[in-house]
């Protein structure tokens, strides 16, 4: 398994687990999708390290960071990536987010506090919150919790575990599935997943009714163009909206990429690459953060 080493971090009275490498003066901070952790960034993080400080980390109860019994909310998440920001980098460091999927949900939270300190804000394939597939999605949630609640009772059995994981084998690097095996697809990982997938389902109806600010920052939204095979239909109307959000920023970028949904995994060079040109703009010093 991979071998780097970390830290302990407190936030908001949760420990999290942080990975910081590479060198530079700016920072890039990575937020990973919901059920990974700091790991599913490993393919990308060699890419940046002559360019920036780079900071990985685990979600509070999930990887390497401490256990928590609490149902923490999207908003909760967002906290805690803008406390892991003041602790780790700084002042007056900039950084640019990134953010996989329900990443997505928690850096946009997380921007409107971060405002002046941000350089960019990078989303891979988040689905936006006026996307039709969650119209109904309590319901959806329902079904999912109950298929992930046998889940976390197969992973018990190191072969189902692998079984049960194999879009992820498929597409991470070996020794990160290795470590993603034995900390995340484990009873107390699939548990924590359970509990993030709950808080992104509760935060769609908010997100509808009060959105996040528009971030004041460039943004850039690298949409996966390869489907899961029968979900075409879907994922052509997730894509049309991630575009129409994202070409209603004051500087947003729309672009697809051939890949499968874990961006950074299968095309780690442009996700890098879109990072760098992200950390070659001036933040916008003008924004303030929010109260």
């Known amino acids: 398994m991979r071998q780097t080493t970390g830290r302990a971090v407190s ?8 990975e910081v490498s590479g060198r530079g003066t700016d920072w890039v901070v990575f937020e990973a999708g919901g059920g990974l952790g700091r790991t599913c960034w490993d393919a990308v993080v060699p890419l940046l390290a002559d360019r920036a400080r780079l900071l990985a980390y685990d979600r509070a109860g999930f990887g390497r960071s401490a256990r928590t019994t609490q149902q923490l909310s999207v908003d909760d998440m967002a906290a805690d990536l803008v406390a892991l920001v003041d602790a780790v980098i700084p002042q007056p460091a900039t950084l640019v987010l990134v953010g996989h999927s329900m990443g997505g949900l928690v850096t946009r ?6 405002g002046p300190r941000l350089r ?11 996307a039709p597939v969650y119209d109904m999605y309590d319901r959806t949630a329902v079904r999912i919790d109950r298929a992930m609640g046998v889940t976390q009772t197969l992973v018990r059995f190191r072969p189902l575990a692998r079984m049960v994981s194999g879009n992820i084998r498929r597409v991470f690097p070996a020794e990160t ?20 997938f709950k808080a992104a389902a509760a935060a769609i109806p908010q997100f509808r009714a009060q959105p996040p600010r528009e971030p004041a920052c460039p943004t ?31 500087d947003g970028r729309f672009e697809e990429v051939d890949s499968g949904h874990f961006v950074q995994a299968e095309q780690p060079a442009i996700v890098a690459d879109r990072v760098t040109q992200l950390l070659g703009r001036e933040p916008d010093r003008s924004s303030a953060p929010s109260a």
């Open 11 to 18: 936030v908001n009275g949760r420990s999290v687990h942080v």
């Open 109 to 114: 939270r997380a921007a409107e506090s971060l």
């Open 120 to 130: 960019g804000l990078l989303l891979l394939d988040p689905t936006p919150e006026r």
């Open 177 to 196: 599935y290795a470590t993603m095996l034995a900390e995340d697809f484990v009873p107390a990982g699939i548990a924590q997943t359970r509990k993030e």
């Open 220 to 250: 850039v939204l690298l949409s996966a163009s390869r489907p899961v095979k029968g979900r075409e239909k879907q994922h052509a109307v997730i894509a049309e909206h991630q575009r129409r959000w994202t070409e209603a920023l004051p």
